[in-house]
């Protein structure tokens, strides 16, 4: 196999609005674009650490790279990309979120080599690895995803989730847990209410909610 050269680019964005969670507003994100080049393919992948979600913190992912440019082999298959990390100096444990990077730019290589969707691959993998599943052929045309709101006012949420679903979702997941559960309860009802019956709603609460009967009466409203 050919050996890959590996790159990264910083970058950093302000969200156009605060997305309010249980964890505190977030208002901006940076990270970095990471690749891998080898006979000709490139590999990408994204590398965003989110310390207060359990991974490392930037400065650690970026005493790593102060080290890059930097040259390994390439993967063969699947079970080849743990090694391949741990070659680079990578650690899933001390830097998760660099190594998840690095992961998805040199799945997306393999993919790319071979001619065909990563999605492909890893189906296919699964299907060897646990004896379940169709593999490839019984992979969807498209994945439906959830339209994601901010704790806002009940309001803007409503908004947001009848947009959500005028645009074609068919789930919504709303951000709570910052305020009280009364504020939880008001905007998980304005969602419920101006996304109608049918559309799915989630609520995420990013660990502010002590355990699963904090939820009680924000469920209950919904029933």
């Not at 302000?14 to 249980?22: I, Q």
């Not at 947009?163 to 009364?182: I, P, S, W, Y």
Request: aromatic letters at 6%.
């Amino acid at each position: 196999m050919p050996r890959l050269i590996w790159r990264a680019a910083r970058w950093k964005a302000d969200l156009s609005r605060p997305l309010s969670t249980g964890a505190g507003a977030i208002v901006k994100r940076g990270g970095w674009y990471v690749a891998c080049t080898g006979d000709g393919v490139t590999g990408l992948g994204e590398v965003a650490p989110w310390p207060i979600w359990g991974t490392e913190a930037s400065e650690a992912a970026a005493t790593v790279l102060r080290g890059w440019p930097a040259a390994g082999l390439a993967p063969g298959k699947i079970a080849d990309v743990a090694g391949i990390l741990r070659g680079l100096g990578l650690d899933p444990f001390a830097t998760p979120a660099l190594w998840a990077g690095c992961e998805l730019a040199a799945l997306d290589w393999l993919a790319k080599h071979a001619g065909v969707p990563l999605a492909a691959i890893l189906a296919d993998y699964w299907k060897d690895l646990t004896g379940t599943g169709e593999g490839a052929a019984g992979l969807p045309d498209r994945v439906a995803i959830a339209a994601l709101i901010g704790a806002d006012d009940p309001a803007d949420v409503a908004a947001a989730a009848a947009r959500a679903v005028a645009n074609g979702h068919t789930a919504v997941k709303v951000k709570v847990g910052d305020g009280t559960l009364d504020d939880d309860v008001a905007r998980a009802m304005a969602a419920r209410e101006a996304m109608g019956p049918d559309a799915e709603l989630r609520l995420d609460a990013n660990g502010a909610w002590a355990d699963a009967a904090a939820a009680g009466p924000v469920l209950g409203a919904l029933q």
